[in-house]
Nanobody, 125 residues
């Protein structure tokens, strides 16, 4: 599965951005996907920001609760991260991750966990 993330940019304190990440698969059809958004700031460890299971259950990093919303569009194999009330400490490269199960064209189940490239979010004060 190839993941394409986009939507990052430069915003001011209190601003908003909406990130998107779309999965494309050439070997068959996606069946289930659990989506994750991570972020990594310079000199810091990667941290899980938000997740949404195939059943729609969501989870958030404490510092983004009430400001960020993760959602999904299964028809488009896309996950979104709406980020409001942005703070300078939200500055990071945001990466999407998909933990998936797919049926290939030979009728076999395939599982995997793939990463997209990062999209940079910069929040200025």
């Amino acid at each position: 599965v190839q993941l394409q993330a986009y939507g990052g940019g430069l915003v001011q304190l209190g601003g908003y951005l909406k990130l998107s990440c779309t999965a494309s698969i050439r070997i068959g059809t996606l069946s289930t996907v659990d989506w994750y958004w991570y972020r990594q700031a310079p000199g810091k460890q990667r941290e899980l920001v938000a997740s949404i299971t195939n059943n729609g259950r969501t989870n958030y990093l404490d510092s983004v609760k009430g400001r960020f919303t993760i959602s999904r569009d299964n028809a488009r194999n896309t996950v979104y991260l709406q980020m409001n009330s942005l703070k300078p400490e939200d500055t990071a490269a945001y990466l999407c991750n998909a933990d998936y199960r797919a049926m290939n064209y030979q009728g076999e189940w395939v599982v995997g966990k793939d990463w997209g490239q990062g999209t940079l979010v910069t929040v200025s004060s």
